[in-house]
């Protein structure tokens, strides 16, 4: 039931996207839902070229979760345009919290609160460098940030380069990514029974998966390669990488290279994602770089067994051999080894499933991210000041709020002390 009042403060989502976006469109169209129950309305803000077809997905997703999505077309860097939009959106709307996901709305927001008083929050959901271009914009994002209220980060390793960027302490948290494991929820077995002991593995191929933007962070390269490897050693699978970028034609090119045609699917970019996760056996995550992807929760909650590479804020999520299978960057032998043990025991498949189902549910719940988020605007907005501190044991600290709207507990990593 929307609770939202006409006098609850505005929170602007601003995010600069080309195409259909990515991973953090997850978390910005879906927390206006969440918010709703926690006393915030909430818009997003896309900066996006006047010509994209991709724009039209987004515009669905938001629609499909019930969030109000502006469009503010951007010619380019020298499209003055963009801000005179922005500051006239905040003021027309009395936008209380400006949230940026990335270096432009980051900037963006120091500009617009000349113009219109507000306080300023940013996610960072991780830096990667994929065009010649990428590090003069993250040496933008790393000053910017030290001057905004909060500074929230998917990852802990996200959170050290903030530190070290300059934030202090006291405005930089780590909140990780989190899933609506209501909607993520399985709802078949896949069609080449897995799950079933059976059907001997060798009599029917594996469905093996992997979803990102087709770049080279993303290691698709690595996962082609490690195919391959797999099928000289007569393992039969089959993988399926959903997905589209620059480097589409390169691993195009890649596959029949390694005379995996028949092996290797590039399906491009999936209307659903649940139906993706549903077919499959196993989910292979080869990033180079990464914060804390939301593929990787999303299969997990979907109870596919994963194999990730143990970068960044991913060894928290895995615990090797417990409820996934960790692998090292870069490894063509390690990944296809993690693959092979998987294909050959089900019964493994199974556990690790299992595991991961639970881990999202008890760890990663996307209501109990949005608490901890509405919690933290309470306390920029000086909403709900906090009374007191408590310190029950061990190291965690329980932030009470004067209002009973929302109480949040944070562990040590959440406060970044």
């Keep these: 039931m929307d609770t939202t009042k006409d006098n609850d403060p505005l929170v602007l989502h601003v995010r600069s996207v080309t195409g259909f976006g990515g991973g953090p469109e997850k978390t910005i169209l879906n927390s206006p839902r969440f918010l709703r129950g926690l006393g915030y309305r909430c818009a997003c803000a896309y900066m996006h070229p006047p010509v994209d077809k991709g ?58 609160r000349r113009f219109w008083p507000m306080k300023l929050v940013t996610t960072l959901h991780g830096w990667v460098e994929h065009t010649r271009r990428t590090p003069l ?57 897995a799950w079933v002991a059976s059907t001997p593995d060798s009599l029917r191929p594996i469905s093996l998966g992997a979803m990102g933007r087709l770049s080279n962070e993303k290691g698709f390269d690595l996962l082609i390669r490690a195919v391959a490897e797999l099928k000289a050693q007569g393992l039969k699978c089959h ?67 994963v194999v990730a590479t143990g970068i960044a804020g991913i060894p928290r999520l895995i615990q090797s051999g417990a409820n996934g299978i960790l692998v090292p960057p870069d490894s063509v032998e390690e990944l296809a080894g993690a693959m092979q043990k998987l294909m050959k025991e089900p019964e493994l498949r199974k556990k690790l499933a299992d595991a991961g189902r639970a881990t999202i549910e008890h760890d990663y719940s996307f209501q109990r991210r949005m608490e901890r988020v509405a919690a933290i605007y309470d306390q920029v907005l000086d909403r709900s000041p906090i009374r007191s501190l408590i310190v029950p044991s061990g190291d965690r600290i329980q932030l009470v709020p004067a209002s009973d709207r929302v109480q949040t507990v944070f562990s040590s990593e959440h406060t970044g002390k």
């Design 55 to 112: 724009f039209k997905l987004l515009q669905q997703r938001a629609a499909d979760a019930n969030a109000e999505l502006i469009s503010v077309s951007d010619r380019g860097a020298w499209d003055w345009r963009v801000l005179t939009r922005l500051i006239q959106t905040c003021r027309r709307r009395r936008v209380a919290i400006w949230h940026g996901h990335d270096y432009k709305s980051n900037a963006f927001g120091l500009i617009v």
């Design 239 to 305: 993988l399926k990488i959903a997905g589209d970028g620059p480097l589409l034609s390169e691993l195009t090119d890649l596959v029949r290279e390694m005379q995996c045609e028949m092996e290797i699917e590039l399906i491009g970019q999936v209307a659903d994602n649940k139906a993706f996760f549903d077919s499959l056996d196993i989910f292979v995550l080869s990033s180079r770089r990464e914060g804390l992807p939301n593929v990787l929760l999303e299969a997990m909650a979907m109870e596919v067994p």
């Design 137 to 193: 914009y993250y040496r933008i994002d790393r000053s910017c940030i030290t001057r905004y209220d909060e500074v929230l980060c998917v990852s802990e390793d996200l959170h050290e380069s903030a530190l070290q960027c300059g934030v202090m302490p006291e405005r930089c948290r780590v909140i990780h990514n989190a899933i609506d494991t209501e909607i993520y929820t399985r709802s078949t077995r896949p069609a080449t029974s």
